[in-house]
């Protein structure tokens, strides 16, 4: 009997103790909670019929009728196997690569550059960088079209009385590649002041003493950047690069107004216009689903590579 | 089930994620009963302002209290625009379309069913235009007006050059280009100022020739711009750019506008429809003058495209005969003579005259109707090609047969 009673108080205190132990192992899911929801209304919903979309046949037809036509895999199975769709990814992987590098190493020698100067010399190129970023890039892309303008843009006209060469009615417009070279110019343009002010900030956190006593050392100013300045620095070099992945992977207003719809072929797309022509200009909305869905499993993969190395260097310090 | 599209569509703006597509529509307002959205080409702000005020005007006494909200699109993304419309609803109640876009949308259901005899001189529409709006023996476009292209010139530059005879032939014109361009030393001043990739203007060399985009053959359709006659075409027009033009062998006719290059004084001709003498610039308005693009043959105007534009009223409209009695003012006899005073070909045959335009359009080409003509202008292939063989990129037989390859595999679609 007492034994009995005993294990019926000891059952009961330990369900109690499960319960606390359960309710205490709930609270972290409990606080992310509200955001789970917030994202799941946000991006698994339009996510949801994203996908939903990439399996139906939605042409102009189906647009009217708001309804489409379900047919399975048909949309990627037709863009996996559209030359055009392979062409594009190699073209916008070489350009987001040569916009990233360009970005990254002009951004972090402007930060660099930015400890070393006066305040006066500073204070003017951060602001000069604050400018850049606070122009909203229809202007900027209006801006450079009328600088690098075959007609009387200003960019020739410099060019010439410089005496670089004649560069009077120069087409900067005629090839693939100049095309896409300006295009990289104006991208990197925009996305330096991001990048410097960011690591500006990161540079703040290099602590004084040990530079010094590397210098002390012997330390050439190569070594101390290397071994001191670049660890510190590195998780935030890795978050601004998988960023600058990620938009410049998806770039599309400004190649698609610098180099303007009527110049835009099958021979310089980039990944968004390809899906923007593919989808809006041909009407054709389940096949666009289906490439932005492709593209947004391009950007996921390499996002996770670059999650993964980030909380290992969290784990690390 | 409408919404689900709607957000359905949402989501592919919404994915293109990182995309970001920069077209944001400037929400129309949705039209309330006492008022309905237009949508017209930026041609009739600049060109002809005054007759959409008088077919308002006139509109606004037949139906006091409903205002009319014009709203002025571009060529270039007006679809674009007009697609998310009709997901999303909030569009116009009339829609200005352009001649060679129809056939797509009207095939689609995008469009309500009009009554032909309800408008002035339908019995005599203008035959390409009527039938451009017709579709299943119904009437969904009526014909706004049309238009050929001509030479717009400066008197002034051409009797200093000696010239006493407008140019007979295309042979004649190029040598009075080398005449201007002798007396005109100003760099980067064209004798005839054509843009490179101007598909409309090189095609009327292609037809010169004898020559064709494309032709049906046993229900297929057949790319014809590699043809011997097509290449003839090809090859005429790249001489007579690169003997006339300064322009950009790679750009189009909207960038520049030709008559801003002709207004800053640095063309003494130019191609285009006829209303450009609108911008030509007060300083040389009063020297302007047009005549009829010839052809290589004496005698013969070289084939004009005939653009042209018909007006149409959007299944979504919800208030589709207020829209269809403001189409019925636009186009009336009365108005159809203001756009012919303005240099545009009315939409009717017993309104025509015997203006420059409409002598030019008695030659005149169309491109093919077919179902998805509108995606091979809108992919470009033309003007690529252009630009290909005027760069030397490609050869000319390279040029047009991977143009015409990509033409028929483009109009073949299901």
Redesign the interface.
Same mark, same amino acid.
């Given at each position: 009997m007492a034994a009995a009673a005993e294990t019926s108080f000891d059952r009961s205190r330990r369900r109690r103790r499960f319960w606390a132990r359960k309710a205490r192992g709930s609270v972290p899911y409990g606080l992310i909670l509200p955001i789970l929801v917030v994202i799941a209304v946000i991006l698994g919903y339009p996510l949801y019929w994203l996908v939903k979309l990439s399996t139906e046949r939605y042409g102009l037809f189906d647009l009217i009728r708001h309804s489409g036509v379900s047919v399975g895999l048909a949309n990627y199975r037709s863009v996996l196997h559209d030359p055009v769709f392979w062409h594009t990814l190699v073209r916008t992987i070489v350009f987001t690569a040569a916009n990233v590098v360009l970005t990254m190493v002009i951004g972090t020698l402007l930060a660099l550059l930015l400890v070393q100067v006066s305040t006066v010399v500073r204070i003017l190129l951060t602001s000069g960088l604050v400018l850049v970023w606070s122009m909203p890039v229809v202007v900027a892309v209006q801006i450079w079209y009328w600088m690098t303008n075959y007609q009387n843009g200003v960019v020739n006209y410099v060019l010439t009385k410089l005496g670089v060469g004649d560069f009077f009615q120069h087409d900067w417009y005629a090839t693939t590649f100049s095309q896409l070279g300006l295009t990289t110019l104006l991208i990197v343009w925009g996305s330096l002041p991001f990048v410097v002010i960011t690591l500006y900030a990161g540079l703040a956190q290099v602590p004084h003493d040990l530079v010094e006593a590397a210098e002390v050392d012997g330390a050439r100013p190569w070594r101390v950047f290397r071994d001191i300045t670049l660890p510190i620095l590195r998780p935030i070099l890795l978050i601004l690069t998988s960023l600058s992945i990620i938009w410049d992977f998806g770039v599309f207003t400004q190649p698609y107004l610098l180099i303007g719809q009527a110049k835009i072929t099958t021979g310089n797309y980039l990944m968004s216009i390809y899906l923007f022509e593919e989808g809006y200009f041909k009407s054709d909305y389940g096949r666009g689903a289906a490439i932005s869905l492709l593209m947004l499993l391009m950007v996921a993969a390499l996002s996770i590579v670059y999650v993964r190395k980030m909380v290992r260097i969290g784990e690390a310090q | 089930?409408?919404r689900?599209?709607?957000?359905?569509?949402?989501?592919?703006a919404?994915? @293109?994620? $990182?995309?970001?597509?920069?077209t944001t529509l400037g929400a129309t307002k949705k039209a309330t009963a006492g008022s309905i959205t237009v949508w017209l080409q930026t041609d009739a702000q600049s060109g002809w302002p005054g007759v959409v005020a008088a077919a308002n005007q006139q509109f606004q006494s037949d139906h006091p209290g409903t205002t009319v909200n014009v709203q002025y699109q571009n060529w270039?993304?007006h679809?674009?625009k007009f697609?998310a419309t009709?997901?999303g609803g909030g569009g116009p109640d009339v829609i200005e379309m352009g001649n060679t876009e129809m056939t797509?949308?009207m095939? @689609?259901? $995008?469009f309500a069913a009009l009554d032909r005899s309800s408008f002035d001189n339908s019995s005599s529409w203008l035959k390409g235009l009527a039938a451009s709006g017709a579709y299943g023996g119904k009437t969904y476009g009526v014909p706004y007006y049309a238009g050929s292209r001509v030479v717009t010139y400066r008197k002034d530059l051409f009797q200093k050059a000696g010239i006493a005879k407008l140019p007979a032939t295309t042979a004649q014109y190029v040598a009075d280009a080398k005449r201007l361009a002798a007396k005109n030393q100003k760099?980067?001043f064209s004798p005839i100022y054509t843009a490179g990739?101007d598909w409309y203007f090189a095609m009327s060399f292609v037809f010169d020739y004898g020559g064709s985009i494309a032709q049906q053959v046993s229900g297929k359709w057949k790319g014809m711009l590699n043809s011997p006659k097509s290449i003839a075409g090809l090859a005429a027009y790249k001489a007579f750019f690169l003997a006339t033009s300064?322009?950009?062998?790679?750009?189009?006719e909207?960038?520049?506008n030709p008559y801003d290059?002709y207004a800053q004084g640095?063309a003494a001709s130019m191609i285009g429809p006829s209303w450009f003498t609108c911008c030509v610039g007060k300083a040389y308005t009063p020297n302007t003058g047009q005549f009829v693009m010839p052809g290589h043959v004496k005698g013969q105007a070289i084939p004009g495209f005939l653009g042209g534009s018909d007006l149409a009223v959007p299944?979504?409209s919800s208030n589709k005969s207020l829209a269809a009695d403001w189409i019925k003012d636009f186009t009336s006899t009365s108005s159809e003579k203001a756009l012919q005073a303005k240099g545009n070909i009315p939409n009717a045959t017993n309104l025509l005259g015997s203006s420059v335009n409409e002598r030019a359009a008695a030659r005149s080409w169309f491109v093919p109707t077919a179902k998805h003509w509108v995606?091979v202008e809108?992919?470009?292939?033309l003007?690529?090609m252009l630009?290909q063989i005027l760069?030397n990129k490609l050869s000319i037989k390279q040029a047009a047969a991977s143009a015409s390859d990509n033409i028929a595999s483009v109009l073949n679609q299901p």
């Open positions: - | 089930m409408k689900r599209s709607i957000v359905a569509l949402c989501l592919v919404v994915l @293109a994620a $990182a995309v970001t597509t920069a270039g993304d679809l674009q697609d009709l997901a797509k949308y095939a @689609a259901g $995008a760099k980067g990739t300064k322009a950009s062998k790679t750009t189009d909207t960038h520049p290059v640095l299944v979504t995606d809108n992919g470009n292939i003007r690529n630009a760069t």
